[in-house]
């Protein structure tokens, strides 16, 4: 595959969002990257459904697809790779069981956490939350961008994912402090029109430093 994009969007199965169709939305719009995530209650046989829905999305779009947490899905329906978070599997386990061509994103929010995790195979960092967010229950106080900053500075050539409670008119501090991109969750799932608020963090995103050489 090629460079890892800048805007990562993650699906939203929570109740009254219709993900498939924020999904297609998005990736119609340009979004590069999509990150399956699923409800924690949800059966493996509905995960694995969804799951299949959204990479066929991202085969016709063009994009990545991704498995947040759930490697066992991410390898079951051929995505390119998968997401752990600092509850499940530690970053060299998960590189074993997704093999050494997948991407695989680690989530960090200091600098020690993200040095191992890049010696241990990751291929990206999702760093945060940035900001406050309400998408997901039981997270740690956000870090700001100066923790995105010194995450970022201790992995130089790794990307870094800036992620939660990011909009678009929080892209440019982001970028600032050494973040490659941004993972959304409700600046698209919960915007009017997903396809324009996915344009939106695009032209935020590539009003950054250009892509290097």
Same mark, same amino acid.
Request: hydrophobic letters at 50%; glycine letters at 12%.
């Given at each position: 595959?090629? +460079?890892?994009?800048?805007?990562?969007?993650?699906?939203?199965?929570?109740?009254?969002?219709?993900? /498939?169709?924020?999904?297609?939305?998005?990736?119609?719009?340009?979004?590069? #990257?999509?990150?399956?995530?699923?409800?924690?209650? &949800?059966?493996?046989?509905?995960?694995?459904?969804?799951?299949?829905?959204?990479?066929?999305?991202?085969?016709?779009?063009?994009?990545?697809?991704?498995?947040?947490?759930?490697?066992?899905?991410?390898?079951?329906?051929?995505?390119?790779?998968?997401?752990?978070?600092?509850?499940?599997?530690?970053?060299?386990?998960?590189?074993?069981?997704?093999?050494?061509?997948?991407? /695989?994103?680690? &989530?960090?929010?200091?600098?020690?956490?993200?040095?191992?995790?890049?010696?241990?195979?990751?291929?990206?960092?999702? #760093?945060? +939350? !940035?900001? $406050?967010?309400?998408?997901?229950?039981?997270?740690?106080?956000?870090? $700001?961008?100066? @923790?995105?900053?010194?995450?970022?500075?201790?992995?130089?050539?790794? +990307?870094?994912?800036?992620?939660?409670?990011?909009?678009?008119?929080? #892209?440019? +501090?982001?970028?600032? !402090?050494?973040?490659?991109?941004?993972?959304?969750?409700?600046?698209?799932? @919960?915007? !009017?029109?997903?396809?324009? !608020?996915?344009?939106?963090?695009?032209?935020?995103?590539?009003?950054?430093?250009?892509?290097?050489?």
């Amino acid at each position: 595959m090629g +460079p890892l994009g800048r805007l990562h969007l993650i699906t939203d199965t929570r109740p009254g969002r219709d993900a /498939l169709a924020v999904a297609a939305a998005a990736l119609a719009a340009g979004a590069p #990257v999509m990150q399956v995530r699923v409800a924690d209650d &949800t059966t493996d046989r509905d995960a694995y459904r969804f799951a299949v829905q959204v990479r066929e999305l991202c085969e016709r779009f063009g994009a990545t697809c991704l498995v947040n947490d759930r490697l066992d899905l991410a390898l079951a329906v051929g995505a390119a790779g998968g997401h752990v978070g600092a509850d499940d599997l530690p970053p060299d386990a998960a590189r074993r069981v997704l093999g050494p061509a997948a991407v /695989l994103g680690v &989530t960090c929010r200091d600098p020690v956490a993200a040095r191992a995790a890049v010696t241990a195979g990751a291929s990206y960092l999702g #760093v945060g +939350p !940035a900001f $406050g967010t309400s998408t997901k229950d039981g997270l740690p106080e956000p870090i $700001g961008p100066a @923790g995105v900053a010194a995450v970022a500075a201790a992995v130089p050539g790794t +990307p870094v994912i800036a992620i939660g409670g990011v909009r678009a008119d929080r #892209v440019a +501090p982001l970028r600032t !402090a050494g973040a490659y991109g941004v993972a959304v969750v409700g600046a698209v799932s @919960g915007a !009017a029109d997903p396809g324009a !608020a996915t344009r939106e963090l695009l032209r935020a995103l590539a009003a950054g430093e250009p892509e290097p050489a």
